[in-house]
């Protein structure tokens, strides 16, 4: 029953048998915490090493190379495709390496980011889009199974922190992905292992995601319907990565009568 793009935000929500999430741009504005974590960290280490490593003049870390290169991947995916957008390659490093811009592998980059956006989360806490709580309630009032299907390693502490974690039926984040040797975004394979968890197929389930590596997943995958949220990214961009519909927030897809 896979849906052809259109710009209606009416979903028949009973026609599906789950509802799949991404979190960081979804449900939580975590997404721009991680922006500024990996912009700090990229900058950091562009400014010290970059030419010297891309051979020559490199150019600066912007905020159109997260969602081209960064957006809703895997960590280290992330840093791997940003470094080769700018002609560098380091190697994998170990789990020993120090975290920091200054840590020439891409592990100690990335895990340099996750150490900031740690950082934050623990100082600031976090708060749930308004609009996402309201579609989350009316899901839970149809009876529909849920999910978080994150990239992040962070997923269930940012949804404890964002006192949501008790509203899914299953977190498939990046800890889980590696242990079950799960290819991330923008491969399927973690929305299919969600939507294998909460009993159907993907065929039957509606994957949301702001990320055009998670829209490509779900479009990849055939899932049922793929919701873009553009928070950023532009709504031609996610309807070109296969999203069926786009909406600016969540409670667009709510009855209007739950506003």
Do not use: C
């Not at 609009?131 to 309630?137: A, I, N, R, W």
């Not at 999910?147 to 800890?175: H, I, Q």
């Not at 590596?213 to 049922?224: L, Q, R, T």
Request: without cysteine.
């Amino acid at each position: 029953m896979t849906q052809q793009p259109t710009t209606a935000t009416t979903v028949d929500w009973r026609a599906y048998g789950a509802v799949l999430f991404d979190l960081d741009g979804v449900i939580t504005p975590t997404a721009v915490v991680h922006r500024a974590a990996w912009s700090e960290m990229f900058t950091s280490f562009l400014a010290a090493h970059g030419a010297r490593l891309a051979g020559g003049p490199v150019a600066p870390y912007a905020e159109a190379d997260y969602f081209a290169h960064v957006d809703g991947k895997p960590r280290y995916d992330g840093v791997r495709d940003f470094l080769a957008s700018r002609g560098i390659r380091l190697p994998e490093g170990t789990p020993s390496d120090p975290a920091g811009s200054d840590g020439l592998s891409v592990r100690s980059l990335g895990d340099a980011k996750n150490a900031a956006f740690n950082a934050v989360l623990e100082r600031d806490g976090v708060t749930p889009y308004p609009g996402s709580v309201l579609l989350l309630d009316h899901l839970a009032s149809l009876g529909l199974p849920l999910a978080v299907v994150s990239s992040s390693a962070n997923a269930p502490a940012v949804l404890t922190a964002a006192g949501l974690l008790d509203r899914f039926g299953t977190v498939v984040d990046g800890r889980v992905a590696t242990e079950l040797g799960l290819p991330g975004k923008p491969a399927p394979d973690t929305f299919v292992h969600a939507a294998t968890v909460l009993d159907t197929s993907p065929g039957r389930a509606v994957v949301l995601e702001d990320a055009v590596s998670g829209v490509a997943a779900g479009a990849s995958g055939d899932f049922g319907l793929v919701i873009g949220v553009d928070r950023g990214a532009g709504p031609e961009t996610l309807l070109a990565a296969g999203a069926h519909l786009v909406v600016a927030d969540l409670a667009d897809l709510a009855p209007s009568d739950e506003h």
